[in-house]
C-alpha cells in the first residue's frame, strides 16, 4: 500500500538574469511516483538535479507549483499549515548538514523540547524522561541534553538531528544526503543507526544520495533523477544488475573497484550539464549520450514500463 502517491509534481523557480530580465527554471519537472508503506526509496542523480527540492516538497517546506501529494490517501498539496499540523507529526526530514540544521544557541535538551511543547505529543512532566529514552536510542546518553550543538562532532550533530526527527513519532521521513558531510568512519555507524530505526519503528524512507554504494546498502527501490526528471525506477538489485539507461549505465560505471590489482575502464559521461534556463528540446539526456539517435534530439520521451516494476525514460528502449 502506498504511504505518498506524487502525481506530476513540478516547482518552477524565479530567475533574476539582470537588466530587467527574468526566467523560469523547473528544478522538478512533472515527477510522479509512490512510496510504499514501510518501504526505503532511494533518489540519486547529479548535483543540481533536483532531488533536494523534491524532498522539501514532500514535507511541505517548499510549496509546488503544480502537481499534487496525496499522503496516506489525502491530498495535502494546498493544506494550510493549521490543516497540515496533524501531518507535521507524521512526516520529517533530516537534513544534509547537522550543524546549520541545529540552532547554535540551544541545548540539545531545548532542540527536542520544542517540537514536543508545539504539538503536545507529551505531557510536560515527562519530557526529560522523553527525551533521555530518544537520545538513548540513537546512540546518546542523558548527559548530552544539557549540551550545545559546537560541543559535538559531526556524527553525534547527525544523531541530535535524528532524534529530532524523531521525538514526534513520525511515519515518513525524509533523508537528505545525512551521512555526505561526516566522515567515513562515521558514515556506517549512522547508516546501521537508520536501518536499525527503521526497523524497530516500521518507518518508510526517502533516502537522498549521490553515493551509489550507499543508496544500494539502504534502499528497497531506486528512482534515478536527471535535470529534474525521473529517468528510471526498479528495485535496487534489478537497477544494479540490469540498468537500462545510458545515464544510469554511466553511473554504475563510474563505481570504483576496492581492489588495486583490479584495472577498470570507466565511460565517462562527457559534456556540460545543460542549463535548466534552456534544456534540450527532446530528451533531456540527448546532449551527453553516446547511444541517441536523431529523434531524441526533438522528441521528448514518456517514462514507460519495460518490465514489471522497472521504468524507464528513453526513447531507444521503449520503441
Do not use: W
Not at 543540481?48 to 498539496?77: E, Q
Not at 542523558?142 to 560541543?151: A, G, K, S, Y
Not at 537500462?244 to 575502464?265: A, G, Q, V
Not at 539517435?293 to 514507460?304: M, S, Y
Amino acid at each position: 500500500m502506498a504511504l505518498i502517491c506524487v502525481e506530476n509534481l513540478t516547482k518552477e523557480f524565479n530567475v533574476n538574469l539582470g537588466m530587467g530580465k527574468k526566467a523560469k527554471i523547473r528544478a522538478v519537472d512533472n515527477v510522479s511516483l509512490e512510496i510504499m508503506k514501510g518501504e526505503t526509496l532511494g533518489l540519486i542523480g547529479e548535483s543540481g538535479c533536483g532531488k533536494t527540492t523534491f524532498g522539501r516538497m514532500l514535507v511541505k517546506l517548499i510549496a509546488p507549483t503544480s502537481g499534487r501529494i496525496i499522503y496516506d490517501g489525502v491530498d495535502i498539496t494546498n493544506m494550510r499549515e493549521k490543516e497540515f499540523r496533524p501531518y507535521r507529526k507524521r512526516i520529517q526530514i533530516v537534513f544534509q548538514d547537522p550543524f546549520s540544521s541545529l540552532n547554535p544557541r540551544m541545548t540539545v535538551f531545548d532542540i527536542l523540547r520544542r517540537p514536543l511543547e508545539i504539538h503536545k505529543v507529551i505531557g510536560k512532566n515527562n519530557i526529560r524522561e522523553y527525551i533521555a529514552k530518544i537520545l538513548e536510542e540513537v546512540g546518546l546518553r542523558e548527559e548530552h541534553m544539557l549540551r550545545f550543538p559546537h560541543e559535538f562532532s559531526g556524527g553525534q550533530r547527525q544523531r541530535i538531528s535524528i532524534a529530532r526527527a524523531l521525538v514526534l513519532q513520525p511515519e515518513f521521513i525524509v533523508l537528505d544526503e545525512p551521512t555526505s558531510a561526516l566522515d567515513v568512519s562515521v558514515q556506517s555507524q549512522i547508516l546501521n543507526l537508520l536501518k536499525d530505526l527503521k526497523k524497530s519503528r516500521n518507518l518508510t524512507y526517502l533516502f537522498i544520495s549521490h553515493d551509489l554504494s550507499v543508496i544500494k546498502y539502504m534502499s528497497d527501490r531506486i528512482a534515478v533523477m536527471y535535470m529534474g526528471e525521473i529517468v528510471e525506477l526498479a528495485g535496487v538489485d534489478e537497477l544494479f544488475e540490469n540498468p537500462l539507461h545510458p545515464y544510469t549505465k554511466m553511473l554504475m560505471d563510474s563505481i570504483p573497484i576496492p581492489d588495486p590489482s583490479i584495472r577498470k575502464s570507466f565511460s565517462m559521461i562527457k559534456g556540460e550539464l545543460p542549463s535548466l534556463l534552456n534544456p534540450p528540446k527532446g530528451c533531456r539526456f540527448s546532449t551527453r549520450c553516446d547511444f541517441k539517435v536523431k529523434e531524441c534530439e526533438t522528441k521528448h520521451p514518456n517514462l514507460i514500463e519495460v518490465k514489471k516494476g522497472h521504468f524507464v525514460r528513453c526513447l531507444r528502449i521503449s520503441e
